[in-house]
């Protein structure tokens, strides 16, 4: 197989179908010595809008020749938080599709996290509709996609109004510049999403944290790790996540 380094800086081998990918992950954890849950836990970015079909009002998983309607996708993503340790999911039904949003944290939002990106756009008024209609529990910041620094933290306070989890994040295209760390600290964030080491433009934001926990002298948050203190899963201290 080919394997390939995505856009975000993960790698992107060639798979039959979406749910082989988690169970790789299973393997990989397995070969390691990791246990799900305890030791490690997954966060899925499903990006829903990009194969959505407005027109037939259905999901297209093409790799393997399925049309979902927006009942069986969320079925779909039910099943995997049963099968895997899965404790969060970003944008699992398109942007537009806002009945499905509804359903979906109807079933899974008291569980586990649920990011809206597409969904909310670091926009305050789509994080109030969707506060106001029940859609998600999270939002993804990102501080170039409405605009202005103003907008950003006008996004911030409507999610932590409404008692959405606030998730900063990079994007795609970054370059080495770490203010997005800076950001994700003095807006007291829940969490930073900036991908994986693979290129030094997501390595500074995580040399960046390291050197603002120091300063800070900060401390760890020890054997759990949980999302704003609803979500959480335990791990082990050896896997510590930093406050």
């Known amino acids: 197989n080919a394997y390939l380094l995505a856009d975000e800086g993960g790698f992107g081998p ?9 169970d790789i992950l299973m393997e990989v954890f397995a070969q390691c010595g990791y246990e799900p849950h305890r030791d490690v836990a997954l966060a899925l970015d499903i990006a829903s809008s990009t194969f959505y079909d407005a027109d037939r009002n259905s999901y ?29 999911i970003e944008d699992g039904l398109a942007q537009e599709d806002w009945e499905g949003w509804q359903l979906l944290t109807k079933k899974l939002g008291s569980t586990i996290q649920l990011v809206g990106d597409d969904l909310f756009v670091t926009n305050s008024e789509r994080v109030n509709r969707g506060a106001l209609m029940g859609a998600g529990n999270a939002v993804l910041i990102k501080m170039n996609q409405v605009g202005t620094l103003t907008e950003t ?7 932590r109004q409404a008692g959405f989890e606030i998730v900063i994040s990079a994007r795609s295209g970054e370059t ?5 760390a800076d950001l994700a600290v003095g807006l007291n964030a829940n969490q930073i999403k900036i991908g994986s080491f693979a290129g030094s433009s997501r390595l500074a934001k995580y040399n960046q944290l390291a050197r603002i926990n120091t300063q800070l ?6 054997g759990k790790f949980s999302f704003g203190n609803k979500y959480s899963s335990n791990i082990s201290n050896d896997q510590k996540a930093a406050e």
């Open 14 to 22: 060639s798979l039959s179908s979406n749910k082989e990918a988690l």
């Open 60 to 88: 297209h998983l093409q790799s393997e020749k399925k049309w979902l309607d927006r009942d069986k996708m969320v079925d779909m993503l039910e099943s995997w938080t049963k099968d895997y340790p899965v404790v969060s």
């Open 153 to 159: 933290v006008k996004a911030v306070n409507a999610a």
């Open 176 to 180: 080495e510049d770490d203010t997005l």
């Open 217 to 222: 002298n900060g401390r760890y948050a020890g």
